[in-house]
């Protein structure tokens, strides 16, 4: 379980234990479920990571809602959105296995995190993975429901593939960002776990480069 939950929990606990000592012992009722909300909101579950050469996996639990060619530092990419509800497990783990070569926090609105313009208006941590098949990049994004987004690692810091990150606090949205020419493994409406769920398979950056250099010269 995520540290924070025994903070939430014990403090409904002993909410509840004040107000059945207080007042009508019936009414303890309802902070003791939401003590009892909390620590299975803030749960964390072991999970098998994946041992695929490529593999970049889901960064978190939750519902696969756009995949989209976009532009990534003037290369073609894709990006793969995945909204959490509040029922899904929010820890955040690495897509794949890499060094951290950037963390910018971008402050802005808490829209639906299910919109496609939440991806750049939303308040967002945005953090960038330099992998042996290229960069990638991973958001965490605020949705109307969250209000605090946890980054535990720094600029400079490895990390392996599936590796706890951080925490989204309530309904939100993680986005991945990767070359193009990956093998898609989910397509929308999949639902995904966190460091489990294989997304798509990577090809190392020697071959996305032989690819480019191919193009280039038809």
Known sequence: MV??????????????????????????VVPLLLAAFFLWFFRDPERQIPAVEGAIVSPADGKVTEISAIEMDGEPGTRISIFLNVFNVHVNRSPAAGTITGVRYQKGKFGNAMGAVSAEANEQNIVTLQTEYGTMIFKQIAGLLARRIVFNKKVGDTVARGERVGLIKFGSRTDVVFAAGAQMKVKVGDGVKGGATVLAIAQPQRSQKARHEMAEAR
Do not use: C, M, N
Request: charged share 10%; aromatic share 20%; glycine share 16%.
């Open 3 to 28: 540290r924070d939950g025994y903070y939430y929990g014990l403090g409904f606990v002993a909410v509840a234990v004040l107000v059945g000592w207080l007042t009508i012992p019936a009414l303890a």
